[in-house]
């Protein structure tokens, strides 16, 4: 017999995008000069949450919020529990030196991609601010890092995961607990 795992609904469609608003009104609230701020996905899904909230801000704002990705993980300490898998192109549009940088993931649970993440952007420079956005933050810390902005908390065991999916590349849109 085959045990099914179950899915629970975290955010339904029209919550992630009610989340999503919310989250880019903090954004133009915090960040006083948005020509100074570059969004920076972390993969996978942070990369993909980083074009909506581009779009996002360009609706609410006029301005084009320049945006990269970077991926940590030749920069993480534990490579062998977590495991690898495909890189992604770091691409950083910009100097980074005086800019505001917006670190974008979807999940934050240990830390330590965070942390990973800051190691591999210190490589390109050093930014005026760093700042953490995160969908959901599941808990867990083993790292003193928290998000400056983040869609919601949601405790979790370890065993459980946290899935964000995105119509334009799941097909479905919402937040899952599994």
Same mark, same amino acid.
């Given at each position: 017999? +085959?045990?099914?795992?179950?899915?629970?609904?975290?955010l339904t469609e029209i919550e992630l995008r009610?989340?999503?608003?919310?989250?880019?009104?903090?954004? %133009?609230?915090?960040?006083?000069? /948005?020509?100074? *701020? =570059? *969004?920076?996905?972390?993969?996978?899904?942070?990369?993909?949450?980083?074009?909506? /909230?581009?779009?996002?801000?360009?609706?609410?704002?006029?301005?084009?919020?320049? @945006?990269?990705? %970077?991926?940590?993980?030749?920069? #993480?300490?534990?490579?062998? $529990?977590?495991? +690898? $898998? /495909?890189? @992604?192109?770091?691409?950083?549009?910009?100097?980074?030196?005086?800019?505001?940088? /917006?670190?974008?993931?979807? =999940?934050?649970?240990?830390? $330590?991609?965070? $942390?990973?993440?800051?190691?591999?952007?210190?490589?390109?420079?050093?930014?005026? #601010?760093?700042?953490?956005?995160?969908? =959901?933050? #599941?808990?867990?810390?083993?790292?003193?890092?928290?998000?400056?902005?983040?869609? @919601?908390?949601?405790?979790?065991?370890?065993?459980?995961?946290?899935?964000? #999916?995105?119509?334009?590349?799941?097909?479905?849109?919402?937040v899952f607990l599994e």
């Amino acid at each position: 017999m +085959t045990k099914t795992k179950k899915r629970i609904v975290i955010l339904t469609e029209i919550e992630l995008r009610k989340t999503l608003l919310c989250l880019t009104y903090e954004i %133009i609230k915090k960040v006083k000069n /948005l020509e100074n *701020l =570059v *969004l920076v996905g972390i993969p996978t899904r942070g990369i993909d949450l980083a074009e909506v /909230l581009e779009k996002e801000l360009l609706l609410k704002t006029g301005i084009k919020i320049r @945006k990269g990705t %970077i991926d940590p993980t030749f920069y #993480r300490d534990d490579q062998n $529990r977590v495991g +690898t $898998r /495909l890189i @992604k192109a770091t691409d950083i549009p910009t100097p980074i030196d005086k800019q505001e940088i /917006l670190l974008i993931d979807d =999940v934050i649970y240990t830390g $330590r991609t965070i $942390r990973a993440a800051m190691d591999a952007l210190y490589s390109w420079g050093r930014p005026q #601010r760093v700042m953490l956005l995160v969908m =959901v933050d #599941r808990g867990h810390r083993e790292l003193p890092i928290q998000p400056d902005f983040c869609g @919601k908390t949601v405790p979790t065991n370890k065993s459980e995961k946290i899935i964000l #999916r995105l119509n334009n590349v799941d097909n479905e849109e919402g937040v899952f607990l599994e």
